[in-house]
């Protein structure tokens, strides 16, 4: 038996590799690094490259980014008071959910970021001297090909190679971690497509669309049926980003990926109908890129050996619930569980097994509500209060949830 797999009286630490330097590789290498353990992470890029906008982030997320040391103010969120509903044509608001005293309830805010800013921030608070833990190391142009689950060895496409005791496939949602402890990944097109955009709040000044930018609120329209706008701050409100679902039929199927370029007027013509503000929003707005979804069916397991997935590699899930992120967070928050000093005493093999049990049903439960969420706005997590209904996932049992999936 390897000394990895000995069980032992006290804590051991290991040699991590961890694939993937986005957002859940950064926060599995954080949590990991916190809990005593010697992390390198494995970049195919030259540097991540971390695109896109907002990231709404709910308690069940924002409290381990805070539990790890992670400097919030720099990441300049919004923290969100309200969820607002308006009326497709008009803009009217038609609903409004006012969150409370959010932190007092939940334990931590609900705050929204851009990604750029929290990749950034995470990337800077795993290396840095300062704070618990060995600080990690970023290798980069290192595009993993070959997994051994059971010796621990990574092959890289440029023809070098590292052992590690415990290997964290964190490449996203073509995974070749994933194909490599033989997971093959069922999944289907789904019917919508997304747009997302971003304008500066000077922008939106200048066109009298200042309360979109003092809201501190996600803002929505449409959600029943594929067609919906989720609007939303960040960047210390100097910035809104919008996602904007459509039918994948509008223009063709044949485009693949969600970086894909398009203009302000194919943005707006894709929306006939909607609010003459959003649409007047859209044709100053910026950084427009289309992202094609696919619904991806319950992975059979997410460990084998030494290997384990988290994020997108494990549990791809729709944006309708805003989940994603989150779920890679608590995902590496049961990893630095797991195999923290109270915990773990050499078995790496039991330690995944247990991050599985522990984590798996939970995440597969929101990506399950994340597929109703995209055509039943009312499936969404916040609107709880008079929605309840059987198999509907409320904001207080989904933070129970994120309680209880714990070691």
Same mark, same amino acid.
């Given at each position: 038996?390897?000394?990895?797999?000995?069980?032992?009286?006290?804590?051991?630490?290991?040699?991590?590799?961890?694939?993937?330097?986005?957002?859940?590789?950064?926060?599995?290498? #954080? $949590?990991?690094?916190?809990?005593?353990?010697?992390?390198? #992470?494995?970049?195919?890029?030259?540097?991540?490259?971390?695109?896109?906008? @907002?990231?709404?982030?709910?308690?069940?997320?924002?409290?381990?980014?805070?539990?790890?040391?992670?400097?919030?103010?720099?990441?300049?969120?919004?923290?969100?008071?309200?969820?607002?509903?308006?009326?497709?044509?008009?803009?009217?608001?038609?609903?409004?959910?006012?969150?409370?005293?959010?932190?007092?309830?939940? &334990?931590?805010?609900?705050?929204?970021?851009?990604?750029?800013?929290?990749?950034?921030?995470?990337?800077?608070?795993?290396?840095?001297?300062?704070?618990?833990?060995?600080?990690?190391?970023? *290798?980069?142009?290192?595009?993993?090909?070959? +997994?051994?689950?059971?010796?621990? *060895? +990574?092959?890289?496409?440029?023809?070098?190679?590292?052992?590690?005791?415990?290997?964290?496939?964190?490449?996203?949602?073509?995974?070749?971690?994933?194909?490599? *402890? &033989?997971?093959?990944?069922?999944?289907?097109? @789904?019917?919508?497509?997304?747009?997302?955009?971003?304008?500066?709040?000077?922008?939106?000044? $200048?066109? &009298? /669309?200042?309360?979109?930018?003092?809201?501190?609120?996600?803002?929505?329209?449409?959600?029943?049926?594929?067609?919906?706008?989720?609007? $939303?701050?960040?960047?210390?409100?100097?910035?809104? @980003?919008?996602?904007?679902?459509?039918?994948?039929?509008?223009?063709?199927?044949?485009?693949?990926?969600?970086?894909?370029?398009?203009?302000?007027?194919?943005?707006?013509?894709?929306?006939?109908? /909607?609010?003459?503000?959003?649409?007047?929003?859209?044709?100053?707005?910026?950084?427009?890129?289309?992202?094609?979804?696919?619904?991806?069916?319950?992975? =059979?397991?997410?460990?084998?050996? *030494?290997?384990? /997935?988290?994020?997108?590699?494990?549990?791809?899930?729709? =944006?309708?619930?805003?989940?994603?992120?989150?779920?890679?967070?608590?995902?590496?928050?049961?990893?630095? #569980?797991?195999? $923290?000093?109270?915990?773990?005493?050499?078995?790496?093999?039991?330690?995944?097994?247990?991050?599985?049990?522990?984590?798996?049903?939970?995440?597969?439960?929101?990506?399950?509500?994340?597929?109703?969420?995209?055509?039943? #706005?009312?499936?969404?997590?916040?609107?709880?209060?008079?929605?309840?209904?059987?198999?509907?996932?409320?904001?207080?049992?989904?933070?129970?949830?994120?309680?209880?999936?714990?070691?």
């Amino acid at each position: 038996m390897s000394p990895i797999t000995r069980v032992q009286t006290s804590f051991v630490a290991l040699d991590v590799a961890v694939l993937g330097s986005g957002l859940g590789g950064l926060c599995a290498a #954080l $949590s990991l690094r916190r809990a005593g353990h010697k992390v390198t #992470l494995y970049e195919r890029f030259d540097f991540a490259g971390e695109v896109g906008a @907002s990231l709404s982030v709910a308690s069940n997320g924002s409290r381990w980014i805070e539990r790890w040391g992670v400097d919030v103010p720099s990441v300049k969120p919004v923290t969100l008071q309200r969820l607002i509903m308006h009326d497709w044509e008009t803009g009217t608001i038609k609903n409004k959910y006012d969150l409370g005293d959010y932190k007092t309830k939940f &334990g931590s805010e609900y705050y929204n970021f851009h990604r750029i800013d929290m990749h950034q921030t995470l990337l800077d608070t795993v290396q840095q001297e300062g704070g618990a833990g060995i600080p990690c190391k970023i *290798i980069t142009n290192h595009r993993a090909i070959e +997994v051994d689950s059971e010796r621990g *060895i +990574v092959r890289f496409e440029n023809g070098s190679s590292a052992t590690a005791d415990l290997i964290i496939g964190a490449d996203g949602i073509r995974s070749n971690t994933r194909q490599q *402890i &033989g997971i093959i990944p069922e999944f289907k097109a @789904s019917e919508s497509c997304c747009y997302r955009c971003i304008i500066s709040a000077e922008k939106l000044h $200048s066109l &009298g /669309l200042t309360e979109f930018i003092t809201n501190n609120a996600i803002e929505f329209w449409g959600g029943y049926g594929i067609n919906k706008i989720v609007l $939303s701050a960040c960047h210390n409100n100097e910035v809104v @980003s919008c996602y904007c679902f459509y039918p994948a039929s509008h223009n063709g199927l044949d485009k693949d990926g969600w970086n894909i370029s398009a203009t302000p007027q194919e943005l707006v013509d894709t929306f006939p109908g /909607l609010d003459k503000r959003i649409k007047q929003l859209f044709l100053h707005s910026e950084d427009i890129k289309m992202w094609r979804l696919y619904i991806h069916e319950e992975y =059979p397991y997410w460990q084998q050996g *030494i290997v384990g /997935l988290l994020g997108d590699a494990a549990h791809p899930m729709l =944006p309708d619930q805003s989940q994603g992120f989150c779920q890679g967070i608590e995902d590496a928050a049961a990893l630095g #569980l797991v195999f $923290s000093e109270d915990h773990f005493k050499g078995d790496v093999r039991r330690a995944l097994e247990l991050y599985e049990e522990v984590r798996k049903p939970r995440a597969t439960r929101v990506q399950k509500a994340s597929a109703k969420a995209r055509t039943d #706005l009312s499936e969404r997590i916040g609107w709880s209060t008079g929605l309840e209904r059987k198999d509907k996932l409320t904001i207080e049992e989904h933070i129970k949830e994120a309680e209880a999936a714990k070691p």
